[in-house]
Every structure is written in C-alpha cells, then in structure tokens.
C-alpha cells in the first residue's frame, strides 16, 4: 500500500538550517507530485510547495521563497525539504503529501516535529 | 493570494446529527476544492476532491457541493468518530491555500 515515511524530531536553534526526508513506498515515485504542508503549534494548515520527482520543478509559497528548497531522489524514492535561516516562527509540524492531478493531497507521511529555540 | 473563510470556526452537535460546513472563496475557483479531516496529533485525511468527489474509503455520509465561491463539506449522520477539524484547500491558484478549519466538539 501507498506510504509515507518521514524523518525524526529535529531541535535547531535560529539562523539553522534543516532538512526534512519523506520516503515513499507503493507507488511509482515518478508519476506523483509531492507536497510540502506545515502546521504551528495549535494553528491551522499552511501550504509550503510542491514538486514534480518527474522533472524537478518546484513551486514554493512567496512567504518562503530563497529560505525553501525542496528535492528528490528517484534512486530511493525520497523526497526532501530544507528550510533555512530558521526562525522560531518556523517551529512546526512539517508533512510531506502524495499530490495526485488536482493537486490535493491524497496520501501523507505522519509529520515531523521542528522545534527552533535557541 | 486566494483567500478561505470557514464558517463556522467550532460547531458544537451530537451524534446523528446533520452537520453543514462552509467554505468561501475571495474569488472564482471554479470547482479546484479539496476538503481534509484532521484528528488530533495526526496528518490531514482526503476527504473530498473536485469540491464533491469523494475520495476512496470514505464513508458516503460525507458530501460536498458547490462551485465558483461558494462551497459546503455535510455530514449526513454525526459519528463518534468524527469528531475532528475540517479544512478546506483550494487547488485552482498558487499558493493552494487553506481554510482557516472548522472544529467539530461533542454537545
């Protein structure tokens, strides 16, 4: 069946970098997009991009662009999502999503933690 | 940016009841709307697509309607085990924005 896998809690402090993996099983990775959706603590949901694994183009949210960068790896059919400069109001919930046609959301992983503090 | 007002923001029922969420547009979406359920310390869960496709594996006492910017997510017979926020997302414009949800409580 369709899943996503994503990486562990991560503690940074501000002005970091981090790096989020979604590794996905059941699907041929190439044929879907993958979505990047972040959640605050308490707050509602807030779409950060997407990208194509076929062909590497992404498109990111404006509040993010030039911190966001979002990748794949077909060999392992994992995608990534870094986010840097970080800032405490980007400690969140961080899912990655299977984007099916429309460009909603169909399968997701079960979220990362990101905490910023210094 | 496109922008979603749900309403309400907390709707208080019982089980078995009909429950009728809305989602506005601030502008012409044409029928690019998805609906998602999240339960606490969970991922959003696909509702509907296509504002009134239900998605596989939902049970059929969900329903959506609407287009342009007008939309509704109803719950035809209240369950225990919905109880959970709803959102809605608009697919037809960058950035595919969210509602702001509409929490669902025990009366």
């Known amino acids: 069946q369709v899943l996503l896998v994503q990486s562990g809690p991560e503690l940074k402090k501000p002005g970091a970098s981090v790096k989020v993996s979604c590794k996905t099983f059941g699907y041929t990775f190439s044929t879907y997009g993958l979505s990047w959706v972040r959640q605050a603590p308490g707050q509602g949901l807030e779409w950060m991009g997407w990208i194509s694994p076929f062909n590497g183009n992404a498109n990111y949210t404006q509040s993010l662009q030039g911190r966001v960068t979002m990748t794949t790896d077909t060999s392992t059919s994992t995608a990534y999502m870094e986010l840097r400069s970080l800032r405490s109001d980007d400690t969140a919930v961080y899912y990655c999503?299977?984007?099916?046609?429309?460009?909603?959301?169909?399968?997701w992983g079960q979220g990362t933690l990101v905490t910023v503090s210094s | 940016d496109i922008q979603l007002t749900q309403s309400p923001s907390v709707l208080s029922a019982f089980v078995g009841d009909r429950v009728t969420i809305t989602c506005r547009a601030s502008?012409?979406?044409?029928?690019?709307l998805a609906w998602y359920q999240q339960k606490p310390g969970k991922a959003p869960n696909l509702l509907i697509y296509a504002a009134s496709i239900l998605q596989s594996g939902v049970p059929s006492r969900f329903s959506g309607r609407g287009s342009g910017t007008e939309f509704t997510l109803t719950i035809a017979s209240l369950q225990p085990e919905d109880f959970a926020t709803y959102y809605c997302q608009q697919l037809n414009r960058y950035p595919l924005t969210f509602g702001g949800g509409t929490k669902v409580e025990i009366k």
């Open positions: 999503a299977r984007r099916p046609p429309d460009g909603s959301g169909d399968y």
């Open positions: 502008q012409d979406i044409g029928s690019f």
